[in-house]
């Protein structure tokens, strides 16, 4: 607890891949952190199913990235490869999940698994969307859009979630 607040969590389910360049989501945990106290964990940093170089240099970048600033480093945790058995500790013990896809056609054609187990931890979900199920949740009230890929447009997206508890109720519920 930071003053005696409640330390929200926030999880990124995603991996660390070279399509994916989280340091918007780490500077807008930051800024969310200054209203809300957070926690923004990265789960599945380093795959040891992948040693290719663009994996690994994706990795170090953030790595490096989060150690540049305090304000970083108090908020953003790295956790590396999650067993299959033990990812739903995750989904249970998180507030909400932030879901961030690359515009495009890989992602208009992604199934994305990893969406169906955030449906069954009936966790809130922050998504930019554009593939078909995070498009079904937005539209079914169980997920809140993120307008934009700026730091500032997904912690305002964030932020706006967590301090309302009444519609993150709601989104569990909508979830089924």
């Given at each position: 607890d930071r003053v005696g607040k409640k330390v929200k969590k926030i999880l990124w389910?995603?991996?660390?891949?070279?399509?994916?360049?989280?340091?918007?989501l780490v500077k807008a945990a930051a800024q969310v952190n200054e209203e809300t106290p957070v926690t923004l964990t990265i789960?599945?940093?380093?795959?040891?199913?992948?040693?290719?170089p663009d994996f690994i240099r994706r990795y170090e970048e953030l790595e490096s990235?989060?150690?540049?600033?305090?304000?970083?480093?108090?908020?953003?945790?790295?956790?590396?490869?999650?067993?299959?058995?033990?990812?739903?500790?995750?989904?249970?013990?998180?507030?909400?999940?932030?879901?961030?896809?690359?515009?495009?056609?890989?992602?208009?054609l992604a199934w994305r698994t990893r969406l169906v187990d955030f449906m069954w931890a009936s966790l809130p979900v922050v998504t930019n969307g554009g593939d078909p199920l995070g498009e079904q949740l937005l539209a079914n009230n169980a997920a809140a859009r993120i307008m934009g890929l700026e730091s500032q447009d997904i912690s305002k997206a964030i932020n706006e979630l967590l301090v309302n508890a009444k519609t993150m109720e709601v989104m569990r519920k909508n979830m089924s």
């Amino acid at each position: 607890d930071r003053v005696g607040k409640k330390v929200k969590k926030i999880l990124w389910f995603g991996g660390i891949y070279p399509w994916f360049d989280l340091r918007n989501l780490v500077k807008a945990a930051a800024q969310v952190n200054e209203e809300t106290p957070v926690t923004l964990t990265i789960v599945g940093a380093k795959n040891p199913f992948n040693n290719h170089p663009d994996f690994i240099r994706r990795y170090e970048e953030l790595e490096s990235f989060i150690a540049s600033d305090k304000k970083f480093q108090d908020v953003v945790h790295i956790q590396d490869w999650v067993n299959f058995d033990d990812r739903a500790d995750w989904y249970l013990d998180s507030d909400l999940v932030v879901v961030i896809n690359k515009i495009g056609d890989e992602n208009k054609l992604a199934w994305r698994t990893r969406l169906v187990d955030f449906m069954w931890a009936s966790l809130p979900v922050v998504t930019n969307g554009g593939d078909p199920l995070g498009e079904q949740l937005l539209a079914n009230n169980a997920a809140a859009r993120i307008m934009g890929l700026e730091s500032q447009d997904i912690s305002k997206a964030i932020n706006e979630l967590l301090v309302n508890a009444k519609t993150m109720e709601v989104m569990r519920k909508n979830m089924s």
